[in-house]
Nanobody, 117 residues
Framework: QVQLVESGGGLVQAGGSLRLSCAAS?????????MGWFRQAPGKEREFVAA???????YYVDSVKGRFTISRDNAKNTVYLQMNRLNPEDTATYYC??????????WGQGTQVTVSS
């Protein structure tokens, strides 16, 4: 059974940093075509944040470029999202997702990130 479990969220002041983790079980990371992070703020739709392809290529939404870094540790079957210079607009529930054959199929339960001004 595939399971994605996010952790690392919390409350941080503007300008601070957090590192989110997504631990995968039931299937190795290398079998997914893409691992992604998404976020959803209250009253807003879920939006793409960052993704890392199986060959290591990374993608970011413009609003986080230069501040967030996605990485993966295949040995630990874990994907990370390092978030620096956080601002209140980054406040949201962050979700990890795994893609199979180009479509995001598996989702974690989410971890809350709150950035105070």
């Amino acid at each position: 059974q595939v399971q994605l479990v996010e952790s690392g969220g919390g409350l941080v002041q503007a300008g601070g940093s957090l590192r989110l983790s997504c631990a995968a079980s039931g299937r190795t990371l290398s079998t997914y075509t893409m691992m992604g992070w998404f976020r959803q703020a209250p009253g807003k739709e879920r939006e793409f944040v960052a993704a890392i392809r199986s060959d290591g290529m990374t993608y970011y939404v413009d609003s986080v470029k230069g501040r967030f870094t996605i990485s993966r540790d295949n040995a630990k079957n874990t994907v990370y999202l390092q978030m620096n210079r956080l601002n209140p607009e980054d406040t949201a529930t962050y979700y990890c997702s795994a893609a199979v054959a180009g479509a995001y199929k598996y989702w974690g339960q989410g971890t809350q990130v709150t950035v105070s001004s």
